[in-house]
């Protein structure tokens, strides 16, 4: 059973492009929107997450767009760099409340290739 | 910089042998989460603590797998009679003891290597 699914699987971006990735999730109860960064070897780390009752949240050149009818939220990576190269996970989860509480659920995990 | 700790980093285990993962987790938080990355894919939810209790462990498997957070010392993942499907990366995660339990504050992770 497929909660939450990514895509693209994987994406090639020149420098100063912009990079975006979606997800789409199943699950209505999920209130918590994060988008997490991974380089090889190391731990996912957390980039920018956003709540259901804001459309949108901006932190640098990294961008969360929001819509809950739809059931989606997507990244965006403005001006992108080679050292943006990375695996991207969204992680949808639950606040409070429920059997749920406090499990993240991954997507499949994009893999960012941005060439110089 | 006192992040999420784990060891060891790398592991090799027999089939047939236990593997213990130790998390330590960031000062005053007392939650913690473990994961499971195979190659190429997403981390899989495996089970929850807080201090000295198992809030949730839906993600793990019935059998051979087992979890504490002791009040004193690191949290502890344990497998026992590892097979070669246990190989995997696992991560563990923990939060802080406000509202904002949902932020994780993910280790660097164990790899797990079943020969």
């Known amino acids: 059973q497929q909660q939450v699914k990514q895509s693209p699987q994987s994406l090639i971006v020149q420098k100063g492009g912009i990079s975006i990735i979606n997800c789409a999730y199943e699950n209505t109860a999920f209130d918590y929107f994060p988008w997490y960064q991974q380089f090889p070897g190391k731990g996912p780390e957390l980039l920018i997450a956003i709540r259901p009752d804001v459309s949108e949240k901006k932190e640098g050149r990294f961008t969360i767009s929001f819509n809950k009818s739809a059931k989606q939220f997507s990244l965006h990576i403005m001006d992108s760099q080679p050292g943006d190269s990375a695996t991207y996970f969204c992680?949808?989860?639950?606040?409070?409340?429920?059997?749920?509480?406090?499990?993240?659920?991954f997507g499949q995990g994009t893999i960012l290739t941005v060439h110089p | 910089n006192a992040g999420v700790m784990q060891n060891p980093r790398h592991l090799v285990r027999r089939r047939g042998q236990e593997a213990r993962l130790r998390c330590s987790p960031m000062k005053g938080h007392s939650h913690v989460y473990w994961y499971r990355q195979l190659p190429e894919e997403g981390l899989k939810f495996m089970v929850y603590?807080?201090?000295?209790?198992?809030?949730?462990e839906s993600g793990m498997p019935k059998e051979r797998f087992s979890a504490e957070f002791p009040k004193e010392g690191p949290s502890i993942l344990r497998i026992q009679q590892v097979v070669r499907g246990d190989s995997a990366a696992y991560f563990c995660a923990s939060s802080p003891t406000t509202r904002s339990q949902e932020t994780q504050y993910f280790g660097p992770g164990t790899r797990l290597l079943v020969l």
């Open positions: 603590l807080q201090k000295e209790n198992i809030i949730d």
């Open positions: 992680a949808p989860g639950i606040r409070a409340g429920g059997t749920s509480y406090g499990k993240l659920t």
